[in-house]
């Protein structure tokens, strides 16, 4: 069996040092404490290309056959639904525990409306 | 389907079960023990999603404000308090096992036995070291912050719990890495006659074994990139 996976030391040892580059973007993204829509954006961005760099180089899923890697990758985008559908039904939860539990400072004083309670 | 024009060797019950599975047909050209491994990091990767999506609902329906990580996983260092930097030490430390990891299975690939095995042992050495360093995590928040999994002093209730099972379960499997890193590394160095370039006589090679045992640990690895981002830095 002709094993052709075979790449230059160099090739691993440049991704590692990518892997560490980005790594240190997501540490320096926490240490300036980049807040709000940047943040999250940076934060998906650097983890993105992290996987994709392990996957595919280090897991060798560049260069496997077509059949492999879908059997692979395609089966994990049902947790995309599952994330929707519980991003959804979370969104309505805590929508819903706003209105009925009020925290305890707050409870008493003004209801959601910001007429008092009786 | 199931007409007469079934071949003759088409049994039912449990002899056709057996015959269709050792069917001379296969979809993946790989090593077997290279595509079982994939289905079992496939199945993995489930388990994980479900736990960061159950985090996520968790999060999202929480009223009560959740704990800073930034803050709750900071360490003073002399002077200074630097956010987080336990955790960021422990990401080079798995990036940097992935790395030797990925070298092993290269050295093993031309057949280098020893320097594989060395690699996969350093790399072993790592993943003992971050378990170490988690050890550690774990006990500063169990003892000095006082986070249980069903409550804590710093808000909701729920990050304990999050906490504690994802990061947990994740230290398992580093730690079943290192036994297993260690088996195979052991056994590439008493190489056995048996265990050489061999025929399609369903034996693995050296370098597939080793191969194999990359995969998890670089899986590993990915689960924690997902970790990292999602539970440390969100």
């Known amino acids: 069996m002709t094993h052709g996976q075979q790449h230059p030391v160099g090739l691993y040892l440049k991704i590692w040092g990518l892997l560490f580059v980005l790594s240190a973007c997501s540490y320096l993204v926490d ?21 994709a760099l392990i996957a ?8 496997e056959r077509l ?27 805590h929508t819903a525990r706003g209105t009925y539990f009020v925290a305890p400072a707050a409870a008493g004083v003004t209801g959601k409306d910001g007429a008092p309670r009786p | 389907m199931s007409d007469s024009t079934s071949s003759p060797t088409s049994s039912s019950g449990v002899y056709g ?44 329906t929480t009223a009560e404000p959740w704990p800073n990580p930034s803050e709750v996983f900071a360490l003073q260092l002399g002077a200074t308090r630097l956010p987080l930097i336990l955790i960021a030490i422990m990401t080079f430390v798995l990036i940097s096992s992935s790395g030797t990891m990925a070298m092993a299975v290269n050295f093993a690939g031309r057949g280098d036995r020893v320097r594989a095995a060395a690699l996969m042992l350093a790399t072993a050495a790592l ?38 099972m994802i990061t947990g379960f994740h230290g398992l499997h580093v730690s079943v890495g290192v036994i297993y890193l260690t088996t195979v590394a052991v056994r590439l160095l008493g190489h056995r006659h048996s265990d050489g370039p061999s025929p399609d006589n369903g034996h693995l090679r050296d370098a597939d074994r080793v191969e194999i045992a990359g995969l998890y640990w670089h899986f590993v690895d990915l689960v924690w990139v997902f970790i990292f981002a999602f539970f440390y830095l969100w």
């Open chain 1, 31 to 51: 240490y300036f404490h980049v807040q709000g829509a940047l943040r999250w954006t940076l934060i998906l961005t650097f983890m993105f290309y992290k996987a």
């Open chain 1, 56 to 63: 595919s180089v280090f897991m060798h899923l560049a260069w």
């Open chain 1, 67 to 93: 059949a492999l890697v879908c059997a692979i990758l395609i089966p994990p985008l049902c947790l995309l639904v599952l994330v929707t559908m519980m991003a959804l039904e979370a969104d309505y939860i």
């Open chain 2, 17 to 60: 079960l057996a015959a269709d599975w050792s069917g001379d047909r296969e979809a993946f050209k790989v090593p077997w023990g290279k595509a079982m491994m994939w289905v079992f990091l496939l199945s993995d990767t489930f388990v994980f999603g479900i736990f960061l999506s159950g985090y996520m609902a968790v999060r999202m």
């Open chain 2, 127 to 164: 993943g003992a070291a971050f378990v170490g360093m988690q050890a550690f995590e774990w006990t500063k928040l169990i003892v000095s912050e006082g986070i249980r999994p069903w409550g804590n002093p710093l808000g909701a209730a729920q990050f304990g719990a999050c906490f504690f």
